[in-house]
């Protein structure tokens, strides 16, 4: 397991800084540019253990996009309203008995998806299946 650090997503120019882990296993980090807490973009991280009722790991990994509405003056402070979050999360269900070479294969099937044209007019557009 990786130790708590920064994680720099080199694609979206976004640094994510380790804020804690909760009571529940779930690592938390933040990408600190908005200045506020409750505008900070927000990496969690979860995998919990293989245990002797499921002998599977369960890991969900949720990235949180806060929108914000034009700063409001209270009282003479410039109070920033947030407006929406945008949530995309990723889970997967691993078996124990999964050997690495098919951890490998999930996750290349998943990162191929998430670059195909069908991911693209899910999120982007907001189209999905039809037929």
Do not use: C
């Not at 994510?16 to 009571?23: K, R, S, V, W």
């Not at 070479?101 to 899910?122: C, D, F, K, P, V």
């Amino acid at each position: 397991m990786p130790q708590m650090a920064t994680i720099s997503l080199p694609d979206s120019n976004n640094a994510y800084h380790p804020a804690g882990i909760d009571a529940n296993g779930v690592a938390t980090f933040f990408e600190r540019s908005a200045g506020v807490a409750i505008g900070y973009k927000t990496l969690t991280v979860s995998a919990k253990p293989v245990s002797k009722v499921s002998r599977k790991q369960n890991m969900r990994v949720k990235l949180v996009l806060p929108n914000w509405f034009s700063p409001v003056v209270q009282g003479g402070i410039s109070m920033p309203q947030k407006n929406f979050e945008n949530v995309i999360a990723l889970e997967a269900s691993i078996h124990e008995a999964s050997t690495r070479g098919e951890r490998e294969q999930l996750l290349a099937t998943m990162r191929a998806y998430i670059n195909s044209a069908y991911a693209e007019a899910l999120i982007l557009d907001g189209q999905g299946f039809y037929g």
